[in-house]
């Protein structure tokens, strides 16, 4: 049935989100005009500002309410450990995980010459700017192992080649508790490229 056209425009709105297709949408639309009119506000007031107030930090491209984000201003990390990513999300993983103590480099997307995105284009530059300010610094890329990424890594690696910086990655593989039939072929590949000998 066809709706009000201001419940299709907040329905259409949602459908903007990642992951929210027409069903999800409509349940959203339809909880959020049974909030209260005070919820509403408060629910507006915290989209405006949010877009108001977050920006990118300044130093590593997190997103932040501040110039710097609380992860580079933190006196406690490894500033000599960079972790590259492509998107500040990816951050949280790390971070739920707590065992990396070092900083990040959000590239806020990947080299794509068939989408016409190529190292200008993403923050490689002030990447570059941070390391030549430390001393024997160390770049984790974790970066998706697609296309895309393995571009992305092989260009950063061709950029400092002669820099002193060491370069690693992370690890492809089996996940955990995988069963092995169900594994692509991609997978299945780096593992076996990836594997480690196993000490006695």
């Avoid at 971070?95 to 010459?113: A, C, Q």
């Amino acid at each position: 049935m066809p709706y009000p056209s201001d419940l299709e425009k907040l329905i259409s709105y949602y459908q903007k989100l990642p992951g929210i297709g027409e069903k999800s949408a409509e349940r959203l639309a339809f909880a959020t005009i049974e909030f209260s009119d005070e919820e509403i506000s408060e629910f507006s007031a915290t989209l405006l500002n949010a877009k108001k107030n977050l920006s990118r930090c300044t130093i590593c491209g997190n997103i932040t309410d501040k110039e710097v984000c609380s992860i580079c201003s933190n006196t406690t990390r490894d500033q000599n450990t960079i972790c590259v990513i492509e998107d500040f999300k990816n951050i949280a993983a790390f971070e739920k995980s707590g065992k990396f103590m070092g900083t990040y480099h959000v590239l806020n997307g990947l080299i794509s010459p068939v989408d016409d995105i190529g190292p200008e284009d993403i923050n490689l530059s002030s990447l570059i700017t941070r390391l030549s300010s430390l001393t024997n610094p160390e770049l984790i890329l974790a970066l998706k192992p697609t296309i895309e990424g393995e571009a992305t890594t092989l260009y950063i690696k061709k950029i400092l080649e002669n820099k002193n910086v060491t370069i690693s990655r992370l690890a492809y593989g089996i996940p955990i508790g995988a069963e092995i039939d169900y594994l692509d072929n991609v997978t299945l590949e780096k593992a076996l490229e990836d594997r480690k000998k196993i000490s006695e």
